[in-house]
């Protein structure tokens, strides 16, 4: 992907919630990532599901989400904001 691309794709990740790359990156392999945030608002980072393009056209990114969403609320739920220092 371009920068271009991937700056008119940023709208719609932050408006989903999560990013989906289906093969753009590397040829045959997808990946789904939801962002952990902090209190803030700042992004901490993300958890990622890489798969096989193929197992991805024939699942749910819905479900996928979830497993990671359900992932992530533990995360920000037990993580300190003063152990993470994100520069503004």
Known sequence: MTADEIRHALSDI???GYAVDDGHLVEGISAIAVPI???SGNVAGALAINMTSA???R???GDFVQIL??????IERTMNPHDI???S
């Open 85 to 87: 220092s994100i520069a």
């Open 59 to 61: 699942s749910s990114v």
């Open 69 to 74: 969403r359900r992932e992530i609320d533990e």
């Open 37 to 39: 945030i902090l209190e």
């Open 14 to 16: 932050r408006r989903r």
């Open 55 to 57: 197992r991805l056209r």
